[in-house]
């Protein structure tokens, strides 16, 4: 019998963020989105099933936005800042009335700060390396980024070696027509950016491909 102590399992799932996870495992990106249009977006959003809406920091007034959501939409809704730099921003984020701190890179300074603050927060990676160095920071879960340069072969290799219980989110490119191929190649989730929003598109458009994209996780037609 082996004397070497049982591999790490992987991190406890924050459980808050993982019924968000259940309900659909996709973060709603909201780059370029404005305060004044943030309720009726995240209303479409929260209609078609989304719990976890994200509005980037290179935004318009982003914490404002992220402040309106929080005030519009129900209480287990998550929502969160992406494209966090700063301690500074993790201080404003959690000021506005959000949870979840989203980062385009893997900077495990920033991600032991967000968790000292009882947040949960969601690294950018394009490693292995860069992926175990987030995860022992405390990363809740992984943003596999860009997806475009990191197509589902890598992400099921490196689900061979990653603790099963750790969450990866590939971000960049994805469509409703490329989800089933990341499902199956060990994606928990994604991250839709621009085929879902883009500033200036209406609440009604929002809607329809935020359905698109919530049938195509559950494998459903039309």
Same mark, same amino acid.
């Given at each position: ?24 495992? %996709?973060?709603? #990106?909201?780059?370029?989105? /404005? !305060?004044? +249009? *943030?309720? =009726?977006?995240?209303? $479409?959003?929260? @209609? &078609? ?69 009882? %947040?949960?927060? #969601?690294?950018?990676?394009? /490693? !292995?390396? +860069? *992926?175990? =160095?987030?995860?022992? $920071?405390?990363? @809740? &879960? ?81």
């Amino acid at each position: 019998m082996s004397n070497l102590p049982d591999r790490d399992p992987g991190p406890v799932p924050s459980p808050r963020l993982e019924a968000a996870m259940a309900r659909l495992p %996709l973060v709603a #990106i909201l780059r370029g989105l /404005t !305060p004044q +249009e *943030a309720p =009726a977006i995240g209303q $479409a959003l929260v @209609d &078609a099933g989304f719990s976890l809406i994200e509005v980037p920091l290179n935004s318009p007034r982003p914490f404002e936005s992220i402040a309106a959501l929080r005030a519009a939409l129900p209480a287990e809704v998550l929502l969160g800042a992406g494209t966090v730099m700063t301690i500074e921003e993790i201080a404003a984020l959690q000021a506005a009335g959000g949870e979840l701190v989203v980062m385009p890179h893997a900077d495990t300074a920033l991600i032991r700060a967000a968790k000292a603050q009882g %947040l949960l927060c #969601i690294p950018g990676v394009a /490693t !292995p390396t +860069e *992926a175990f =160095a987030a995860r022992a $920071a405390g990363a @809740d &879960a992984l943003k596999l980024f860009p997806a475009e340069a990191l197509p589902p072969p890598v992400l099921k290799a490196w689900r061979a070696v990653l603790p099963p219980a750790l969450r990866v989110l590939p971000v960049g490119g994805v469509t409703p027509e490329s989800l089933a191929a990341w499902r199956a190649a060990g994606a928990g989730g994604a991250g839709l950016g621009s085929a879902l929003y883009s500033p200036g598109r209406s609440a009604a458009e929002v809607a329809v491909r935020a359905r698109a994209f919530a049938q195509a996780w559950h494998g459903q037609a039309g």
